[in-house]
């Protein structure tokens, strides 16, 4: 049996965002900065692998959070 366990933490400063522009402007938004944004999260996986007789099969799943600010 495997376990892995992973937890996180991501800034991402001056994070550039579109800005909000009519339609009709006639030109692409510009491009402003939206600030900064913190990533917290956590990953787990198991596994497990076994014979049955001559046969190998292996089980895995994981699962996943995250929290952005």
């Given at each position: 049996m495997g376990?892995?366990?992973?937890?996180?933490?991501?800034?991402?400063?001056?994070?550039?965002?579109?800005?909000?522009i009519l339609g009709t402007a006639?030109?692409?938004?510009?491009?402003?900065?939206?600030?900064?944004?913190k990533n917290t999260g956590v990953e787990l996986a198991l596994n497990w692998t076994d014979y049955l007789g001559d046969l190998r099969y292996s089980l895995s799943a994981n699962g996943a959070t995250i929290k952005m600010r």
């Open positions: 376990v892995n366990a992973d937890y996180y933490i991501k800034t991402t400063k001056d994070w550039l965002v579109e800005a909000p006639g030109t692409g938004a510009p491009f402003i900065n939206g600030g900064d944004v």
